[in-house]
């Protein structure tokens, strides 16, 4: 029975106190991790959006009207991002980006004479505005 005291390790409340503190490490990391990912993916819609508009200024300067689909402009999206074009015409254009991993939040931005309710909620010219 002495020989059983004597061997070295770790006792049961070491070993539960480690496990306590792996637990709150976790507890911490998790959600900035999440909140770090979210922001990324929100960023990756703002950015589709603004090379869309470098874009469509680009195609206005040499075709004299801003293009009707994503196909003329010859971009594409960040991966899981979804841009869609709702409006495109000589004098003004429309468009919304969506996250795959966030699809309940939308950003859009329109341009010149486009339909600012179709890509809500955006308001005003050029400003990309998002529901988050």
């Known amino acids: 029975m002495d020989n059983l005291r004597n061997a070295s390790g770790f006792t049961l409340m070491e070993l ?3 496990v306590v503190i792996i637990g709150l490490l976790a507890a911490i ?3 900035r991790y999440t909140e770090t990912r979210v922001g990324a993916f929100r960023a990756s819609l703002i950015s589709d ?3 869309l508009s ?3 200024e680009a195609h206005w300067r040499m075709q004299d009207g801003y293009a009707e689909t ?3 402009l010859d971009i594409s999206a960040s991966p899981n991002v ?3 074009l709702t409006e495109g015409d000589l004098t003004g254009w429309a468009a919304r980006a969506v996250h795959r991993s966030l699809p309940r939040e939308t950003c ?3 341009y010149g004479t486009a339909d600012a309710a179709a890509v809500a909620p955006a308001s005003s010219a050029v400003e990309i505005r998002c529901t988050f």
Request: neutral net charge; without cysteine; charged residues 10%.
């Open 29 to 31: 990391a998790v959600p």
């Open 70 to 72: 994503l196909q003329e």
């Open 16 to 18: 539960l106190v480690v």
């Open 82 to 84: 979804t841009l869609t």
């Open 108 to 110: 859009g931005v329109f």
């Open 49 to 51: 959006l603004r090379n």
């Open 54 to 56: 470098t874009s469509q």
